[in-house]
């Protein structure tokens, strides 16, 4: 397969600066108090390392807060400071290739969303709470972090607040203690994760279980919202447990052990993925296609963008490609609308869109531009009916056990199509569809 050439570099072209290929984080222990009312946020950020290249500088990503402390290995660091959006940390002597060591970094400041290509990213102020949407790179804004999607880590996030506030983080909460009119709540995810895909909600929330009757299947789901819209978020929702069966025997096991819908009082634009839960404004608790294929949309992501994380921006087809293919796979089970058809409306927009972007590689500016999803659905679409039903769902099965919780790229993709699936070329028949111009045929 033909991808455009780039000059040739260990950092992502996408990334544009962010995130560093000197060390990886193996596990980040977060140590948050938010004051909701002046919207500050102190912290204290555990980074537990291993250096991948030789040197003694550390760029940390880090934006819009201020360190105040550096230790490493338990020794204060004499020489650190802020540079642009990074937190440059010089050692005392050189780090080698595998060795360990541990980052540890005081923080504070008034937390914003970052400005980009993208809009704005990371943390935002609600009406009443918080709400952190950090793709692609907002996670600085709430924690120093090696900020990239190839780097995955496992999290521990402990959250102080106000009291009669509830924040929901990645994972399983473990623990809730209470100290006059602040609570601390922590919450463990011991599976890899990509920075960008933790989270930090705030608001005043309950837990409301969307599935409680559903004895047979294995997956909690829950709604985090505020009580009066309870069963306004109940009746939104109620088709996710069937959704998560539809997934599931489309896509193999849920990768993660929960999943919970956050349900914010505000309207938001669109609905936002994380790593075991998703975002959603009160506006997308309705029972329209368009509501429920954005729910749909999101849950999708728990295979295709979190537990299989594209390494690199470039591939985000293969987040976005398979999340719309999603919506199509449940617009046919719903009883809404076969996926040939989805497909072929799909295919007659593109065709009087311009054709002047390569989904395999759309670049920074265009990555999330919509024609990257229906276009990569299209492509999904065509290796289908090219393989058939039973090789291609057998496929979609094994392309999510192989490589669950890693990183993927199309090159991997393409490869393990050809293994798996006799009788195709997928390199041929993927090609056009995501590194021509031109649309191909509806498949």
């Not at 929901?168 to 009119?181: A, D, M, P, Y």
């Not at 500016?365 to 058939?388: I, N, P, Q």
Request: proline fraction near 6%; hydrophobic fraction near 40%; glycine fraction near 8%.
């Amino acid at each position: 397969m033909t991808a455009p050439s780039t000059t040739p570099s260990t950092a992502d072209q996408y990334a544009l600066g962010h995130g560093s290929t000197g060390y990886r984080v193996d596990r980040y222990e977060l140590d948050l108090d938010v004051r909701l009312a002046s919207n500050r946020l102190t912290g204290r950020a555990l980074l537990h390392c291993t250096a991948l290249e030789p040197g003694n500088t550390l760029l940390v990503d880090l934006v819009g807060l201020r360190a105040s402390k550096v230790s490493l290995d338990g020794r204060k660091v004499q020489k650190f400071s802020h540079r642009a959006e990074h937190l440059v940390v010089t050692a005392g002597a050189p780090l080698k290739p595998g060795q360990t060591f541990l980052l540890d970094i005081k923080y504070d400041g008034i937390p914003r969303p970052r400005k980009g290509l993208w809009g704005e990213v990371g943390w935002e102020e609600l009406n009443d709470g918080v709400l952190v949407a950090g793709q692609p790179n907002g996670a600085a804004s709430w924690f120093p972090c090696n900020d990239h999607p190839r780097s995955k880590s496992t999290f521990l996030i402990s959250v102080t607040t106000d009291e009669n506030y509830r924040p929901v983080c990645n994972g399983q909460l473990i623990s809730r203690t209470r100290k006059s009119s602040r609570e601390t709540w922590v919450y463990e995810h011991n599976v890899p994760m990509a920075t960008y895909l933790a989270t930090l909600q705030i608001g005043r929330y309950v837990m409301v279980p969307l599935n409680p009757d559903d004895t047979h299947h294995r997956v909690p789901q829950f709604a985090a919202v505020t009580a009066a819209r309870s069963e306004e978020a109940r009746h939104g929702l109620r088709r996710q447990p069937d959704m998560m069966r539809t997934f599931e025997d489309c896509f193999g096991p849920y990768p993660f052990t929960e999943y919970t819908s956050v349900v914010t009082e505000d309207e938001l634009d669109i609905p936002l993925e994380a790593q075991t839960l998703s975002i959603f404004g009160r506006n997308h608790m309705r029972d329209t296609w368009e509501a429920q294929r954005l729910i749909a949309h999101e849950l999708s992501h728990q295979w295709f963008g979190n537990s299989l994380t594209a390494g690199t921006w470039k591939d985000i087809w293969l987040h976005e490609g398979f999340a719309c293919y999603a919506e199509w796979l449940w617009s046919e089970e719903s009883g809404t609308m076969p996926v040939a058809e989805r497909a072929a409306a799909a295919w007659k927009r593109l065709q009087m869109s311009a054709q002047d972007l390569l989904v395999g590689d759309p670049g920074p500016e265009l990555m999330f531009d919509d024609r990257v999803y229906k276009r990569g659905a299209l492509a999904v679409h065509a290796l289908r009916v090219a393989a058939g039903d039973e090789a291609f769902f057998g496929f979609l099965q094994y392309w999510t056990a192989t490589n669950r919780h890693g990183s993927v790229s199309t090159e991997a993709f393409v490869t393990a199509a050809g293994s798996f699936i006799p009788g195709i070329n997928p390199e041929a028949l993927l090609q056009p569809w995501l590194y021509e111009a031109a649309l191909p045929p509806l498949p």
